[in-house]
């Protein structure tokens, strides 16, 4: 997928390019459009995780296209307002080590139907997740003209990003489980042929994508430099900070690691239909906000 954006973000800027040789008789600058990506320099997201060993990093690129107006223009000083859309691409990877926890397992957790209590150790889990956002901003800019060809803006945006899911690309990881039977006077079952107990390795085959990420909000800060490369045509580079305000994704998918928690929210669990299942750990984010600082690159067509 995100060759693909990229590979038409890449051809659109070639359309650019030619209609801007087309149009550059009848240029006035009053609308642009403009295509943009805008590449992470930092971890995209502020995280907290519920579980307690842990060390994550994750990235963000927006690549989008831009509607501008410029309603005020005087002594070389402008004021656009501008909305649009963007695309996101993010990745998430996530290593947890030296975690136990246990539950209640069901019925539909043994092989002969006994009900027990399952203790797992989680030696590693590592996994890498990544997800496509859509984003609609709109935002102010202002900008000064100190040269015939070059000028300096800076803008501030209102952005408000939905859909996408993470879904799991990699991962691997080494557990140990046993059962405690307490029907059977506490029998301790251990046997790797029974349940997968015992040491047991995992990969990505097993792993569940993520949940759906929520709505989001933040505000952008950005300046940089625009240069017109000729008649209608600019290109700009600059830099943005993005500060999210509301989660993108909210750990409602698993608990906290310890003794009891539930069946559906333990980061691996196993049924005999299914065999042992790991959840997506960003189901694990208490917090995920945006806290980005970016490149932006532009190409504007002025009509």
Same mark, same amino acid.
């Given at each position: 997928?995100?060759?693909?954006?990229?590979?038409?973000?890449?051809?659109?800027?070639?359309?650019?390019?030619?209609?801007?040789?087309?149009?550059?008789?009848?240029?006035?600058?009053?609308?642009?459009?403009?295509?943009?990506?805008?590449?992470?320099?930092?971890?995209?997201?502020? +995280?907290?995780?519920?579980?307690?060993?842990?060390?994550?990093?994750?990235?963000?690129?927006?690549?989008?296209?831009?509607?501008?107006?410029?309603?005020?223009?005087? @002594?070389?000083?402008?004021?656009?307002?501008?909305?649009?859309?963007?695309?996101?691409?993010?990745?998430?990877? +996530?290593?947890?080590?030296?975690?136990?926890?246990?539950?209640?397992?069901?019925?539909?957790?043994?092989? @002969?139907?006994?009900?027990?209590?399952?203790?797992?150790?989680?030696?590693?889990?590592?996994?890498?997740?990544?997800?496509?956002?859509?984003?609609?901003?709109?935002?102010?800019?202002?900008?000064?003209?100190?040269?015939?060809?070059?000028?300096?803006?800076?803008?501030?945006?209102?952005?408000?990003?939905?859909?996408?899911?993470?879904?799991?690309?990699?991962?691997?990881?080494?557990?140990?489980?046993?059962?405690?039977?307490? #029907?059977?006077?506490?029998?301790?079952?251990?046997?790797?042929?029974?349940?997968?107990?015992?040491?047991?390795?995992?990969?990505?085959?097993?792993?569940?994508?993520?949940?759906?990420?929520?709505? #989001?909000?933040?505000?952008?800060?950005?300046?940089?430099?625009?240069?017109?490369?000729?008649?209608?045509?600019?290109? +700009?580079?600059?830099?943005?900070?993005?500060?999210?305000?509301?989660?993108?994704?909210?750990?409602?998918?698993?608990?906290?690691?310890?003794?009891?928690?539930?069946?559906?929210?333990?980061?691996?669990?196993?049924?005999?239909?299914?065999?042992?299942?790991?959840?997506?750990?960003? @189901?694990?984010?208490?917090?995920?906000?945006?806290?980005?600082?970016?490149?932006?690159?532009?190409?504007?067509?002025?009509?």
């Amino acid at each position: 997928m995100k060759k693909i954006i990229i590979a038409l973000f890449v051809i659109v800027c070639g359309a650019f390019v030619a209609f801007g040789q087309v149009a550059k008789d009848t240029y006035t600058d009053r609308f642009a459009i403009r295509l943009k990506a805008d590449i992470g320099l930092t971890d995209a997201y502020a +995280t907290k995780l519920l579980l307690p060993a842990r060390e994550t990093s994750n990235h963000l690129n927006d690549y989008g296209i831009e509607f501008m107006w410029t309603f005020w223009n005087r @002594d070389g000083h402008s004021l656009k307002a501008g909305t649009g859309f963007a695309l996101g691409v993010a990745s998430f990877s +996530t290593n947890l080590e030296g975690a136990s926890y246990s539950y209640m397992a069901g019925p539909s957790s043994d092989m @002969d139907g006994n009900t027990y209590i399952r203790y797992t150790d989680i030696e590693f889990l590592q996994q890498k997740s990544h997800m496509v956002r859509m984003s609609v901003p709109v935002y102010l800019r202002y900008e000064y003209s100190f040269h015939k060809r070059w000028s300096v803006y800076g803008m501030a945006e209102l952005k408000i990003g939905f859909g996408g899911n993470p879904s799991v690309i990699s991962g691997q990881g080494n557990i140990e489980s046993y059962g405690i039977y307490p #029907d059977y006077d506490d029998l301790k079952m251990d046997d790797e042929w029974l349940n997968c107990f015992g040491a047991q390795q995992l990969s990505k085959k097993q792993m569940k994508d993520g949940k759906k990420a929520g709505a #989001d909000a933040a505000i952008m800060l950005g300046a940089g430099l625009a240069f017109q490369v000729y008649k209608p045509l600019y290109l +700009t580079i600059g830099l943005n900070y993005d500060a999210g305000f509301t989660n993108i994704l909210k750990g409602e998918g698993m608990e906290l690691i310890g003794d009891n928690i539930s069946e559906e929210k333990a980061p691996v669990a196993y049924t005999v239909e299914e065999g042992l299942k790991c959840r997506s750990l960003t @189901d694990a984010f208490e917090k995920c906000r945006l806290n980005r600082l970016g490149l932006d690159i532009g190409l504007e067509l002025r009509f």
